[in-house]
């Protein structure tokens, strides 16, 4: 693949040396200057020259952007909203011509006339050598101003659309990450891993060069080196309830013969610039499908995964004085979560497990966003790809970050392949969550009688 790369990148920066001197020869000609600027290159793009031109302007308008300031790339945006969206005129008269015809044509000029210019422009765009990565960057920019400036919003739902289409499944590579990997590659999932920090090189051969470990990536032919996502996996007895073991360098390796569970315990999405176009379900699938092959002694499926936004939840309930599960008594015992040395005593966790594991069971099951969805962005993720809510750990993740982001508390997700579109279903359509009896169990009071989904 790399060869073919090569050859490919090859003829387009051969395509683009020959635009520019067609650039440059027309300049001369038209009396254009090179204080051109950003936005009349992109109109130049737009009105369709030659193929070597194309890329030439595409080229040059991406190196300009890549030399911009913050500033000047948000003026960029705007005029990437304001004078690259729909050519109303044109759309005016599409849907004039329509109203008289409803002819096959008009209506396919109906279609073309409302995109938004900035669409195409993008495409083009894509014409240049190492494009697709520069888009993916300039969104992550893009995303960066949204903070402020929700008024650039249609711009990114433009980026979104076009990505759901460049990074389809159908496109995606599987690809096993080892010690064998090009160290590039290994240096971009050190850099990437956003649940579990991978310390040093030793860390990350203790992760892909085990034989009890795993790590899986999508990648794209447009981004050769670059991965989009990826997952790390653990070959158990057992379903684990900490992460600790996991990561110990120093444990013990399993044969993976003797191995039936394998543990998704770490999934990160690489390319904040490709941020809603979902690759984590058809990763896990994959892996699966892939490591059962491999493996097929493993029957057992299942994440040890963090819980995000739990310990914010559990602090306003906390703050509140009137929580809807926490009672007088267990306000008392999560006084102890504010003693900084709580995790390294045992009677604190024995006390604070029973009440963690209550509130939990209610955070999971019962409380529900404005939008009537789980609180937990994790949670969303496992129930909308068809997994069930399996187990809850109170004490999974006793690290600093672990503490902080969820008082410890981690989460089992398991995976059943025939049940996994029932799941899916259940959870997107009517907003179920399928959690196992020992999960429901853990609800107290009037929410314990709640008619929650069985487990499968």
Known sequence: M??????????????????????ERSSRVSGATKAATLVERCEELLSGKGEASGVALATDILDRYGRMKTGERIAFFEA??????????????????YGRTESDAAAAELNAASEPRRLE???????????????VRMRENLMDALVHRRDL????????????TWFNRGFLVLRRIDWATPANVLEKII????VHEIRDWNDLRARVDSPDRHCYAFFHPALVDEPLIFVEVALEKEIPGAIAPILDQQRQHLDPAKATTAVFYSISNCQRGLSGVSFGNFLIKQVVEEI??????????VT????????????????????????????????????????????????????????????????????????????????????????????GDLSAKGI???????????????????????????GDVVASSAVKKLLRGEHSARALVPAS
Do not use: C
């Open 304 to 395: 040890l995964s963090p819980a995000p936004a739990f310990g914010k939840w559990l602090e306003a309930e906390r703050a509140s004085g009137s929580s809807a599960v926490l009672s007088a008594a267990d306000l008392e015992t999560l006084k102890l979560l504010d003693d900084p040395e709580w995790p390294q005593k045992d009677e604190a966790r024995d006390t604070i497990t029973p009440v963690l594991q209550a509130a939990a069971a209610y955070y999971f099951l019962v409380a529900r966003s404005a939008k009537g969805r789980p609180l937990d962005p994790v949670a969303r993720f496992h129930l909308g790809n068809g997994a069930r809510l399996e187990r809850i750990n109170a004490m």
């Open 153 to 164: 919003s249609a711009v990114d739902r433009d980026f979104g659309h076009l990505f759901s």
């Open 121 to 135: 422009l993008f495409r083009r765009f894509n014409m240049a050598q190492g494009a697709t990565l520069s888009l």
């Open 2 to 23: 790399s060869s073919n790369t090569s050859f490919f990148g090859d003829l387009l920066g051969s395509i683009a040396e020959r635009g520019r001197a067609l650039l």
């Open 404 to 430: 902080a982001q969820a008082a410890g508390l981690m989460v089992n997700y398991r995976y059943v392949l025939t049940d996994i579109e029932k799941n899916h279903e259940a959870f997107l359509g009517k």
């Open 80 to 97: 990437l909203a304001q004078t690259f969206g729909v050519d109303r005129a044109r759309l005016a008269a599409a849907i004039e011509a």
């Open 292 to 301: 059962s092959r491999e493996l097929p002694n493993l029957t057992t499926f």
């Open 191 to 194: 850099r990437y891993e956003a």
